[in-house]
């Protein structure tokens, strides 16, 4: 059994989407993440598989905020 995870992935996501936004995606090293989650490499990949799934949930999570505001506007 592993261990449980010691964060928060939807913080992670945002921290994530906010290393990206400063960075872009190319600028942007697995260890600018690692740096900026918390996390140790290991982690990262476990629980989100990749960068570029990383950038995807963050880019997610900033549409769906910036429709919501649209929607309800």
Same mark, same amino acid.
């Given at each position: 059994?592993?261990?449980?995870?010691?964060?928060?992935?939807?913080?992670?996501?945002?921290?994530?989407?906010?290393?990206?936004?400063?960075?872009?995606?190319?600028?942007?090293?697995?260890?600018?993440?690692?740096?900026? %989650?918390?996390?140790?490499?290991?982690?990262?990949?476990?629980?989100?598989?990749?960068?570029?799934?990383?950038?995807?949930?963050? %880019?997610?999570?900033?549409?769906?905020?910036?429709?919501?505001?649209?929607?309800?506007?």
């Amino acid at each position: 059994m592993g261990r449980p995870k010691q964060f928060d992935p939807d913080v992670a996501v945002d921290k994530a989407a906010e290393v990206f936004w400063g960075k872009g995606f190319g600028g942007t090293t697995p260890q600018d993440l690692v740096e900026a %989650l918390g996390i140790c490499k290991g982690s990262l990949y476990n629980a989100f598989g990749s960068k570029h799934e990383l950038f995807t949930r963050g %880019l997610r999570r900033v549409v769906d905020a910036l429709l919501a505001t649209i929607w309800h506007s």
